[in-house]
């Protein structure tokens, strides 16, 4: 089946700093989403990216399908950017499965 | 207003017990879903339901079965609860299978001990 490998797995930044996050997958997918997990548990979903860039205020993302990677980039990092940080990709082989990647884990130092 | 709701919370009960979660989205949508988070936050999906029918169904036990009675509500009923089913499980729904924007409930984390 596919793989969904998002790296790095750990990530320790202070306030204010700058990271890219990112995501392989080893297949060709119809769609890719990330969500943010927050301390408090709740996913909510950021971007659904299947190629190209976008952005929503400190965040953007970009798809790169023909390359089978997208990335996350979250400039001027703030406390309450902490948490988990997943990308999942939809598989043209199912119309309602999606597969998550393992996450990476932000945390935000004041 | 909540856009995907769970109930309970928090479910904390015996091993070899029934319980069931219940969901319900008011965004209009069609389809459905059940996730499971384990203790490593990997996320995997259970089942997936297309207004009220059964799309998905991830080599889940079948102590586990979820129930549509229409395509606004999607409830995961266990038997026989074991301490691996220990976990937190979301439901999501989104509008039309996996290639619209998902969005998830709070999770409920289920203990069983």
């Known amino acids: 089946g596919i793989q969904v490998e998002q790296s790095p797995p750990d990530l320790i930044l202070q306030e204010g700093a700058n990271s890219t996050l990112r995501c392989n997958f080893s297949?060709?997918?119809?769609?890719l989403q990330w969500f943010h997990q927050n301390p408090w548990g709740q996913l909510i979903n950021l971007f659904y990216?299947?190629?190209g860039t976008k952005q929503n205020g400190r965040l953007s993302a970009t798809t790169v399908a023909t390359e089978r990677y997208s990335l996350l980039y979250i400039s001027s990092s703030q406390t309450t950017d902490s948490g988990v940080y997943f990308c999942?990709?939809?598989?043209?082989?199912?119309?309602?499965?999606?597969?998550f990647g393992s996450g990476t884990r932000l945390s935000i130092r004041p | 207003d909540t856009a995907v709701s769970q109930t309970p919370k928090y479910l904390v009960t015996q091993m070899g017990n029934d319980k069931s979660i219940k969901c319900e989205q008011n965004?209009?949508?069609?389809?459905m879903y059940w996730y499971k988070q384990d203790s490593k936050k990997f996320l995997k999906i259970m089942f997936s339901?297309?207004?009220?029918?059964?799309?998905i169904n991830e080599t889940v036990p079948n102590r586990f079965s979820p129930k549509s009675p229409d395509k606004a509500h999607l409830n995961l009923h266990i038997n026989s609860l074991e301490l691996g089913d220990s976990a937190v499980y979301f439901c999501?729904?989104?509008?039309?299978?996996?290639?619209?924007?998902?969005?998830f409930g709070p999770g409920t984390r289920l203990t069983v001990l």
């Open positions: 339901y297309n207004n009220k029918e059964l799309i």
């Open positions: 999942a990709v939809g598989l043209y082989s199912s119309a309602s499965k999606i597969i």
């Open positions: 999501a729904s989104s509008r039309s299978g996996s290639t619209d924007t998902q969005y």
């Open positions: 965004l209009g949508h069609d389809t």
């Open positions: 297949d060709s997918v119809n769609n």
């Open positions: 990216i299947p190629s």
